[in-house]
């Protein structure tokens, strides 16, 4: 394993415990006096389930680059990071609907509990995306632009390890949210 690799790695998992954090709140504080709050009725699982599966597509796809760089396939792998980041985007348009359903609900950071954990949950995760589909873009120009050759690889696959967290966390967070608001 790299050295970048290795430091990504022991960033993701410290970054692991703070949305463990952020994930327990939310189940303690939309479960406050004992039941999932009304609000939770406001969520549309289905069409957020549908971004859900372009995120998750985005894993495939990102996994896809990285095999095309190693076999050094560029023009192809550019293809497939393109791919992973517009997937990403149609992941955050998703979530950004989701936002402007609730707040058209009157469900905001300052109106209960609820809208304060959700928001701060998914808002945190939201910014993890963005994050990442700006170093997925960045290291995509550097790539096409032939000058970052020498370490392409280890670069795209250390940000892949980063983009694949960002995944499994949205699993965890559909589920407790999500899925959990059916229950």
């Not at 050295?3 to 939309?30: G, H, P």
């Not at 050094?72 to 359903?101: C, D």
């Not at 995760?125 to 690889?153: C, D, N, P, Q, W």
Request: glycine share 8%; charged share 15%.
């Amino acid at each position: 394993m790299s050295k970048n690799k290795l430091m990504m790695t022991i960033f993701v998992a410290s970054e692991a415990f703070f949305f463990i954090a952020l994930i327990i709140s939310y189940v303690f504080y939309s479960h406050a006096g004992g039941r999932l709050s009304a609000s939770a009725k406001y969520l549309d699982v289905p069409k957020t389930a549908v971004f859900t599966v372009m995120l998750l597509a985005s894993s495939l796809t990102i996994e896809v680059a990285n095999r095309k760089l190693k076999k050094n396939q560029r023009k192809s792998m550019l293809w497939w990071l393109g791919a992973s980041v517009v997937l990403g985007l149609i992941f955050l348009i998703g979530q950004g609907l989701e936002y402007e359903t609730l707040i058209s609900e009157h469900i905001t950071v300052s109106k209960n509990l609820f809208g304060s954990a959700f928001f701060t949950l998914t808002g945190f995760h939201g910014f993890h995306v963005l994050i990442g589909l700006i170093v997925l873009t960045i290291i995509g120009g550097l790539i096409r632009s032939g000058a970052y050759m020498k370490v392409e690889y280890d670069t795209l696959n250390t940000a892949t390890v980063y983009w694949h967290f960002v995944d499994a966390v949205w699993v965890v967070v559909f589920s407790v949210v999500y899925i959990g608001s059916l229950i």
